[in-house]
């Protein structure tokens, strides 16, 4: 199984962006999907998830800012940031609870990552 995450980028202070994450492979279903994000040398957060029947979850800081969707038909999900402030900046990456087809439970799959800077 594979997440392949879209390129991030610099964005004004008040911009926007929207990140996107396909997971391929043999994937029988999906569960829970999610962002994360890191900043060099401090652990990774939680910013938010998305179950498959949509329930949403996000870290405080981000709560009406940023929001999450998914595509159960392209196994993609999706973060839509906006009012980005300089402190969002982080590398933000992918994650998808993944039951693939034969096995008997669900395994975790991450992004390679991609870098958000929020600066002018």
């Known amino acids: 199984v594979q997440l392949v995450e879209s390129r991030g980028g610099l964005v004004q202070p008040g911009g926007s962006l929207r990140l996107s994450c396909a997971a391929s492979g043999s994937i029988f279903s999906i569960s829970t999907m999610g962002w994360y994000r890191q900043v060099s040398g401090k652990q990774r957060d939680l910013v938010a998830t998305?179950?498959?029947?949509?329930?949403?979850n996000y870290t405080d800081s981000v709560k009406g800012r940023f929001t999450i969707s998914r595509s159960n038909a392209k196994n993609t999900v999706y973060l839509q940031m906006s009012s980005l402030k300089p402190e969002d900046t982080a590398v933000y990456y992918c994650?998808?609870?993944?039951?693939?087809?034969?096995?008997?439970?669900?395994?975790?799959?991450w992004g390679q990552g991609t870098q958000v800077t929020v600066s002018s």
């Open positions: 998305i179950t498959s029947g949509s329930s949403t």
């Open positions: 994650n998808a609870r993944v039951l693939e087809g034969g096995a008997r439970w669900y395994s975790d799959y």
